[in-house]
């Protein structure tokens, strides 16, 4: 008499959560009335809600269901997804997100060509419009930029770099974490990336389409922190490039500075294409540069500082703070540039376009 073998005995599921009281009980009913032999790993990132309490209980009845508690120094969604895959003790893994956005369904799916050799197996979304705009268009220019970066790299890639649900030979994975971990961005959503960045050359890649849903409940974590580590992972020019956004996008000075510039920039250019004198249209000028100062600042706070973020009344106050105190300074240099003392004195000033001529009344 043959013992019968459960098909899923040699999957570990990987859930990293935070904050997910709402979802990880009904994904833990779901995934394990699925798939009961495998083994389910809930990575939590000391969450302040019931997550822990709620999979602790479940755990109690279900011995293949175990919680990995992270230390509360070393937060991040691809340091917990490093973690599981280390603490996972079968031949294969899917990692997936824990609010229903990737299907219970297909994880079996992933399973079934890990199982027929493929040592990477992405779930590739088939349908992104579930994603707002702007996100469709983070997520695209994320994904371009990881393309180049993996071709010219030479590295495996996928149609779905920024993917979150995929699975793979635990072993392979586990070396490459091993040997190139220390240079993973721990703090990013991102570890598909990271993981095909510095799997072997030779690594295959096979692809599973998946209906991608909305989140059932909570709220997202993803923030404007998270988007620059997507850049960061990017390489030198990546780094370069997230170093900048932060600064003239994040930073308060930074948005500050930048939108100074800017406004300050286009009055010159204006009053020099114009051949437009101080004294005749500086308010017209500097209420134009104003409002150009104010939607870069609407902007960038709109697109970086607010998403994923609740706390928008102050950040409005900051924002008609930084922009008014922008105006008063431009309005000061413009007095300083070209006030009466100044006004003879047009051909020492490189701006000499903009200013009056001598003998101007
Ligand atoms: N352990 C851990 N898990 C996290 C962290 N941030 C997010 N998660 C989990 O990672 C999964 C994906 O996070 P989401 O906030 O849904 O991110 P997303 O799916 O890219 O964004 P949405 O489409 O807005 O939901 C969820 O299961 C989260 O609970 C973290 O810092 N640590
Ligand atoms: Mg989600």
Redesign the pocket.
């Known amino acids: 008499m043959g013992c019968v073998v459960d098909e899923h005995e040699e999957l570990t599921i990987i ?6 009281a709402g ?1 990880i009980q009904p994904m833990l009913e779901t995934l394990s009335s699925l798939y009961p032999g495998a083994s389910i790993i809930v ?3 000391n969450s302040k809600d019931n997550t822990q309490e709620n999979v602790l209980d479940f755990a109690n009845s279900h011995p293949l269901t175990r919680l990995l508690r ?1 230390d509360p120094a070393d ?3 691809t ?2 997804i490093v973690d599981g895959i280390m603490s996972a003790e079968t031949a294969h893994f899917v990692v997936m ?3 229903f ?1 990737h299907p219970p369904g297909s994880v079996g799916d992933l399973h079934v060509k890990l199982k027929a050799g493929a040592e990477i197996v992405v779930g590739v979304r088939e349908d992104k419009t579930k ?1 707002s705009v702007s ?1 469709m268009l983070a997520s695209w220019g994320a994904h371009m930029m990881a393309q180049v970066y993996l071709k010219t790299m030479r590295r495996p890639s996928s149609q779905d770099t920024m993917s ?1 649900f995929f699975g793979g030979q635990t072993k392979l994975c586990q070396r490459t974490i091993e040997e190139k971990g220390h240079k993973f961005e721990r ?1 990013g ?1 991102k570890v598909l990336f990271d993981l095909l960045k510095f799997l072997p050359h030779s690594t295959e890649v096979i692809e599973v389409q998946f209906v991608f849903n909305t ?1 059932r409940s ?5 923030s404007s922190r998270i988007i620059l580590s997507i850049l960061r992972q990017c390489g030198f020019v990546g780094k370069v490039t997230a170093l900048a956004v932060q600064f003239m996008l994040i930073n308060m000075v930074g948005r500050f500075l930048s939108a100074l510039s800017l406004g300050l920039l286009f009055t010159f250019w204006i009053m020099g294409i114009q051949h437009i004198v101080y004294d005749d249209h500086m308010v017209t000028s500097t209420v134009l540069a104003f409002i150009l100062a104010m939607s870069y600042l609407v902007i960038a706070n709109k697109y970086m500082l607010t998403h ?1 973020r609740r706390d928008g009344l102050v950040l409005g106050a900051k924002l008609v703070f930084t922009a008014f105190s922008g105006y008063m300074v431009n309005l000061y240099i413009f007095y300083m540039a070209f006030s009466a003392p100044f006004q003879c004195r047009p051909c020492q000033c490189s701006w000499d376009s903009a200013l009056p001529t001598c003998g101007t009344p």
Do not use: H, I
């Open positions: 859930l990293p959560t935070y904050n997910e979802n990575a939590d990132d992270r937060r991040g969604l340091a917990s997100d824990a609010d956005q994603l996100r979150g703090a959503f989140r909570g709220e997202s974590k993803l994923g």
